[in-house]
């Protein structure tokens, strides 16, 4: 058995959240000269980097073929939660997985059950939740769980300079995937829509998202629905970061949520944070009821009149990444 870390999720291109945190994490891997082997949901390929082609055939290969001492699953799948369980009995690899989202809170009480089953009584398991509720949920159920957000401080690597030629307020929105049922059910794109189409006249908006995996078709006919079509800005499959530094503030609408990354990444850029109710969010972000309008508008009003340095006081240094290296080295050390 290698003496290495797998670690099985998605790596940019496209980038999102989970494939942020990876990229972010091979530094800190290479920086502390651990092996690893990162297995791409996707289609990369380069040193250390091996694609999966998003096939399912894929896991069952690995299921006989991982000889890695450390396998860090992000798990983004339903059925993960019961190749996991299976996985633990055929490898005596030592496993981590973490849950990136809120949504094992919300399905049916039949199926919650059935993935609790499969998490307590996987063999070798470190499991992590970005979410502090689903942490408290899962250990109410007697599994052994931690709180443990996917945040690795950040510096812009291609910064960007933007240069907007109006008086308006320029602010950023961010999302992974768009799709109607995302945008409606898990990002409430219709909500900060709402809000510009109303304040458009003060304020214009960049949408950053991921250009390959999202219904652009869907988008394009729900910004002419809500007449935005010039007042919103698109940007394709970069690096939230690098951009990060040219808005007023930064939004996050979720009406599901783990944690809210970006939130955190805003702050350490200087950028004020504004983010739904949701969940626990980072400290020092300015919250506003999930969903309610009026409360949004409120929020950014207060952002737009306040000193910037005054809302970022109660920011946190967070070093969440020291942890999970910390739990790396513990592992490979069995």
Avoid at 99 to 114: T, W
Avoid at 148 to 175: C, G, M, R, T
Avoid at 285 to 300: R, Y
Wanted: aromatic residues 16%.
């Amino acid at each position: 058995m290698k003496k290495n870390i797998a670690i099985c999720g998605p790596y940019p291109p496209p980038f999102g959240g989970i494939s942020i945190h990876i990229y972010r994490i091979e530094k800190l891997l290479i920086k502390h000269k651990i092996p690893y082997t990162i297995y791409d949901h996707y289609f990369n390929r380069k040193e250390n980097v091996v694609p999966t082609n998003k096939s399912p055939f894929w896991y069952v290969k690995f299921l006989f073929t991982n000889n890695h001492k450390v396998v860090h699953f992000h798990q983004f799948f339903k059925f993960h939660f019961i190749y996991y369980f299976f996985f633990s009995y055929l490898n005596r690899s030592q496993i981590i997985v973490t849950i990136h989202s809120e949504r094992l809170l919300h399905y049916p009480k039949f199926f919650k059950k059935f993935f609790f089953f499969f998490l307590k009584y996987t063999r070798n398991l470190t499991l992590i939740s970005v979410s502090q509720t689903l942490t408290k949920q899962l250990q109410d159920h007697k599994i052994k769980a931690q709180f443990l957000p996917a945040y690795v401080p950040l510096q812009p690597e291609n910064p960007v300079k933007l240069n907007f030629n109006d008086d308006k307020i320029h602010f950023l929105f961010s999302v992974s995937r768009v799709t109607k049922e995302s945008s409606e059910t898990l990002y409430d794109i219709p909500l900060i829509f709402e809000f510009l189409k109303k304040h458009h006249d003060r304020f214009h908006m960049t949408f950053m998202l991921n250009k390959t995996s999202s219904d652009l078709s869907y988008l394009n006919n729900l910004i002419e629905q809500y007449a935005l079509q010039n007042h919103i800005d698109l940007i394709y499959d970069r690096q939230l970061v690098d951009y990060l530094p040219n808005f007023a503030f930064l939004v996050r609408t979720n009406t599901s949520d783990g944690y809210g990354v970006s939130l955190q990444e805003a702050m350490d850029l200087g950028v004020p944070a504004i983010g739904s109710d949701t969940c626990v969010r980072p400290k020092g972000t300015v919250l506003f009821k999930t969903g309610d309008l009026d409360d949004l508008t409120q929020k950014i009003e207060m952002v737009v009149r306040s000193n910037p340095k005054e809302l970022l006081q109660k920011k946190e240094n967070l070093n969440f990444h020291l942890t999970l290296l910390k739990i790396y080295k513990k592992l490979l050390s069995k």
